[in-house]
């Protein structure tokens, strides 16, 4: 058996899920298979690229061991409550444990119709396929916890958007696909049975001390706050914009999943939204963590049953549970930004330092990743400050701040920041430009070119400066599109 599946997630009760197998496609042809990702997952590379997995990632066969299921789920959409949404486009093919022990999710996005995919086609057209595959590997390049990309195939069929385009399908990994949305789903249909299940699955496969808690279901719903905020700590940092919060984008996991029109800052602006869809600018760069903490607020109601006999008593435990997120978000947010700027960042006074250092980026609208990384290279000796204060369009305040900020880094390793600071994202232009070159010209040249510099976002390689460069004015992307 090519691929040892044990598939959890099938064997709960039979409304949690919609058996789907995927639709085939014309003519299959894998364009990235990602070898560490199927080394880390067990799986043998060689057979992953070879016609019968070609056959698995395209959706054209179902491998031995797989249980094709699609998922039910519901959500809040721009804070618009749909009872039924669930994948639409996405079948989970199975799981598998991995090299390090972990439950892993092996699923294809844009394998044709399921029961949930309401007017949709079920599929997913090269351009969005892409920029998941990019963006996803980026992240977690830089530490952040995301789900990954295994594969991505070119499945010989054209799909309607804005244009026609080429059909692609992803094959995405992750510690699961359980979302916010997915508890809201039985809490809406008052199945408080189903609720308990799903609760206890998510207790055991993601979050066991909370089995240790004196009462379970508050340790779950403690232990995802905790995840989420750290993960807001996590995106802010670098300066990633999800884009598209809504409950069923949420995993229960802490997972960063369901890359739609996400982006980077380049200038620092915290009510920064790239969506074409965020009109309301709902999920702009700074609101996320309030976002965030209402998506949790939803995600405690919908578990209200499992927390106390009686309502008033379960919104009282609900309510102090939700109000640990604030706290933890900013003392992780203020540490984060002090360990960029080389800070010990146990004093008030570097929590201003940082506040000001991010409102002289403000002013100057300065590029966030570009500035935090000439002041690494200032910091380790390889730079001087002409760089950095071209950059922050030579405010007089910045004298001072750096005097002050020399004081209080002193302590720190010269040459530390720049394992903090990355030299590269995933920059919009980029992205476009890869997608660009591989739709018109079937040329996939870019897009490995990026992929290799992004795997390494902390290492700086001759010869591709200006990977780091924000867009020139023409190539600046203002608007990014989910695809869908
Ligand atoms: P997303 O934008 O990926 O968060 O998707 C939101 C909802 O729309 C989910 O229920 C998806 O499964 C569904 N959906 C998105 N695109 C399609 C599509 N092309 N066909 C069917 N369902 C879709
Ligand atoms: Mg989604």
Redo the contacts with the bound molecule.
């Keep these: 058996m090519p691929i040892a599946f044990d598939n959890s997630y099938a064997r709960l009760p039979e409304r949690f899920f919609a058996l789907t197998p995927p639709t085939p496609v014309p003519e299959p042809r894998l364009v990235r298979l990602n070898p560490a990702q199927a080394e880390e997952l067990g799986l043998d590379p060689a057979w992953l690229s070879g016609p019968e997995g070609l056959a698995m990632l395209s959706g054209n066969a179902i491998t031995e061991g797989s249980t094709p299921i699609a998922t039910a789920?519901a959500?809040h959409?721009f804070g618009n409550f749909v009872p039924q949404?669930?994948?639409?486009?996405?079948i989970l093919l199975g799981e598998v444990i991995d090299r390090f022990g972990r439950r892993r999710d092996i699923q294809l996005k844009?394998a044709g119709?399921?029961r949930?995919?309401?007017?949709?086609?079920?599929?997913?057209a090269l351009g969005p396929v892409m920029r998941e595959y990019i963006v996803s590997e980026a992240m977690a390049a830089l530490g952040i916890p995301t789900t990954r990309a295994l594969a991505f195939v070119l499945t010989g069929a054209r799909?309607m958007r804005d244009a026609i385009l080429p059909g692609a399908v992803l094959t995405r990994v992750a510690s699961s696909h359980i979302r916010v949305g997915t508890f809201q789903f039985f809490a809406a249909r008052q199945d408080t049975e189903a609720l308990r299940t799903l609760a206890d699955h998510v207790i055991a496969r993601h979050h066991p001390q909370a089995a240790q808690a004196p009462d379970r279901y508050l340790g779950l719903l403690e232990a995802v706050i905790a995840v989420q905020a750290d993960l807001m700590v996590r995106w802010l940092l670098v300066g990633f914009i999800h884009g598209?919060m809504?409950t069923?984008?949420v995993s229960v996991a802490g997972e960063t999943i369901?890359y739609?029109p996400c982006a980077f800052l380049d200038g620092y602006d915290p009510a920064t939204v790239f969506s074409a869809i965020d009109t309301g600018r709902r999920y702009a760069y700074g609101n996320q963590p309030s976002i965030a903490l209402w998506n949790l607020t939803r995600f405690a109601e919908a578990l209200l049953p499992l927390l106390a006999e009686t309502v008033d008593g379960a919104v009282e435990v609900a309510q102090a549970a939700l109000a640990g997120f604030a706290p933890r978000f900013q003392a992780g947010y203020d540490a984060g930004i002090a360990r960029k700027l080389g800070l010990p960042g146990d004093s008030e006074g570097d929590t201003i330092l940082g506040a000001e250092f991010l409102s002289l980026l403000g002013a100057a609208q300065a590029d966030f990743t570009l500035s935090f990384r000439h002041l690494a290279r200032l910091q380790a000796g390889e730079a001087d400050e002409a760089p950095l204060r071209a950059t922050l369009a030579h405010p007089p305040a910045l004298d001072g701040w750096l005097e002050r900020w020399r004081a209080r880094s002193a302590g720190t390793a010269p040459g530390a920041l720049l394992a903090i600071n990355p030299a590269y994202i995933p920059r919009n232009h980029r992205i476009e430009a890869a997608i660009a070159a591989a739709q018109e010209r079937d040329d996939f040249g870019p897009f490995e070119e990026l992929l290799a510099v992004l795997a390494e976002p902390f290492v700086e390689r001759p010869g591709y400066a200006d990977y780091e460069n924000p867009p020139q004015p023409e190539e600046r992307v203002l608007r990014t599109f989910?695809g869908?």
């Design positions: 789920y959500g959409q949404l669930g994948d639409g486009r996405a844009g119709r399921t949930f995919s309401r007017g949709g086609d079920g599929r997913a799909v598209v809504n069923d984008n369901d739609g989910c869908t």
